[in-house]
C-alpha cells in the first residue's frame, strides 16, 4: 500500500547566514528544512521519553521489573515446552 504524503507550501524567515551556509550544503532548501524538522520532531520525542523514564516513582519501576521477570521467566517456560 502506497502512502500518499501531500506537501504545503509555507514561508519562514531564517537566518540568512545560516541559509548560505545550508545552500553550500545543498540545492534543495525544503528537502533541508524538511529533514531539520523531522530531526527536531524527533529530539523532541526522544527528551519526552527521556523525561517520562527520569520521573518515573519507585514503585513504578519495582512494578516494571516484576513484569519484566515474570514475562522472562513466561518466556522460557514457553520455550521449554516446544522443545526450543
Do not use: C, P
Request: hydrophobic fraction near 35%; proline fraction near 0%; charge should be negative.
Amino acid at each position: 500500500m502506497a502512502l500518499n504524503y501531500q506537501k504545503q507550501r509555507i514561508s519562514i524567515t531564517v537566518d540568512s547566514q545560516l541559509l548560505q551556509e545550508i545552500d553550500q550544503l545543498t540545492t534543495n532548501r525544503s528537502a533541508a528544512v524538511e529533514q531539520g524538522l523531522r530531526l527536531w520532531r524527533q529530539q523532541h520525542i526522544e527528551a519526552q521519553l527521556q523525561k517520562f523514564y527520569q520521573n518515573r516513582s519507585q514503585s513504578d519501576i519495582k512494578r516494571e521489573e516484576e513484569w519484566a521477570q515474570f514475562s522472562q521467566e513466561q518466556m522460557e517456560e514457553i520455550l521449554e515446552e516446544e522443545g526450543l
